[in-house]
């Protein structure tokens, strides 16, 4: 039986209580804006810490809260969930993280404890989401994320200048300051993006000699091509419709297929793989709409997710082969091919990234440069976030991965 999540109490390590700083809120539908006043957070559990951020970005996923298409958000919420900073303050209880510490902030919030973190399947912690919501939505609840709306605990997120953060010595990754001095903004990446590529290669089993199919050329998408190559694949092919995206994942290893040009995928896919994919990837998420049934059936509210990218996968897939979801998926989604999972013998995995299980197995290799983690096409501060959420949502200017600097660390950046 889960614990319930501890009650949100001011204890004697709080202090600062008058202090403000900048932060990113969002207002409603495509209203998201800078906060100079916000309060700043304080201790609240004996575990928790406080971290000045230095670095945060924007994810694809956050525009999904951007267009108010995900349950739970309420105006003045704290948005962004992948972060990197030095730790300021810590609780009583907390053992292995101190003050000063260079870290990165996990985008999920795990409490270490219970069944499911035991067995490092963080993401579905027992313990950090009290969103009875989400308990309806799906049989149980899964665990927190930070800047992620009240269906995922309505934690403050990480696009501000500083972040409380629960069960720290779970939740942040202690990083020395030469990692710092050799990635720089890349480790931003093992918050989220890094991991969740991982995630996606480990949700499919890929391993040397596969061919792979990758849907989608966003930031995980690039990751996960980044990693199926590090992991042997013998060919990589990447779907996409954004040129910049598609060359960027030319540049990492991948074939390319631009499906703008190429109506067809299922068959283009025949032409390039005759026996078809070991390995399927779907990265594009809910929001991708490619046919007019699906685009008819979201807006009359008869389905909230859209499975075009997802069934084109399977379709491709090989008789034996894996589907590996990693894209977010939130709903109920219509015309699912089941027949084909069940008649292909197709293995499908889906499943939120395991951030503390993978991020210090994967710090040296990409501190190595085994691989390529070049995803950052512009920069800029906190207080640009706001242009670069309307930047990222059109696709404009070649965006494809934005570092923003926060605070008095963008005087020694960009």
Not at 304 to 317: K, M
Not at 380 to 393: A, V
Request: glycine share 10%; with cysteine; charged share 20%.
């Amino acid at each position: 039986m889960a614990t319930a999540v501890p009650a949100t109490v001011i204890t004697d390590s709080a202090k600062n209580l008058n202090d403000t700083m900048v932060a990113v809120e969002w207002h409603g539908t495509t209203d998201v804006r800078i906060n100079t006043k916000r309060q700043r957070p304080v201790l609240t559990q004996p575990t928790d810490a406080i971290v000045r951020v230095t670095g945060t970005t924007i994810c694809g996923s956050d525009l999904h809260l951007y267009h108010n298409e995900i349950h739970g958000m309420e105006r003045g919420d704290v948005l962004g969930h992948e972060g990197m900073g030095v730790v300021v303050e810590v609780g009583e209880k907390v053992a292995n993280i101190k003050p000063n510490n260079r870290v990165v902030i996990s985008a999920v919030i795990a409490c270490g404890n219970c069944e499911y973190c035991q067995n490092k399947l963080y993401s579905s912690c027992d313990i950090t989401n009290p969103s009875k919501e989400m308990e309806e939505l799906y049989g149980h609840r899964t665990a927190g994320l930070f800047g992620y709306s009240h269906l995922t605990g309505g934690y403050d997120g990480i696009q501000a200048e500083y972040v409380r953060v629960p069960f720290a010595d779970v939740n942040l990754l202690q990083v020395s300051e030469e990692d710092y001095h050799a990635l720089g903004e890349k480790l931003v990446l093992l918050s989220d993006v890094a991991c969740t590529g991982w995630h996606a290669n480990e949700l499919g089993e890929v391993s040397k000699g596969d061919v792979v199919g990758i849907w989608g050329c966003g930031p995980i998408g690039l990751s996960a091509i980044a990693w199926a190559k590090y992991r042997g694949a013998s060919r990589i092919i990447a779907i996409d419709c954004v040129p910049e995206r598609l060359a960027k994942a030319h540049d990492i290893g991948a074939e390319t297929i631009n499906f703008k040009e190429n109506k067809d995928i299922v068959g283009k896919m025949k032409v390039f793989v005759p026996g078809g994919l070991d390995v399927a990837i779907e990265c594009t998420g809910f929001r991708y709409t490619k046919t007019v049934k699906q685009q008819v059936e979201k807006s009359l509210f008869s389905e909230t997710d859209s499975i075009d990218a997802l069934g084109e996968a399977i379709r491709c897939a090989k008789k034996g082969g894996r589907i590996s979801i990693i894209g977010d998926f939130v709903g109920k989604a219509n015309n699912f091919p089941i027949g084909a999972v069940m008649e292909k013998s197709l293995t499908l995995r889906g499943g939120q990234v395991l951030v503390q299980k993978y991020w210090a197995q994967l710090l040296p290799i990409m501190r190595s440069n085994q691989v390529n983690m070049n995803f950052f096409t512009h920069h800029g501060k906190l207080e640009d976030t706001p242009k670069f959420y309307k930047m990222f949502d059109k696709k404009e200017n070649g965006i494809i991965k934005v570092f923003l600097c926060v605070g008095d660390q963008c005087k020694s950046q960009h």
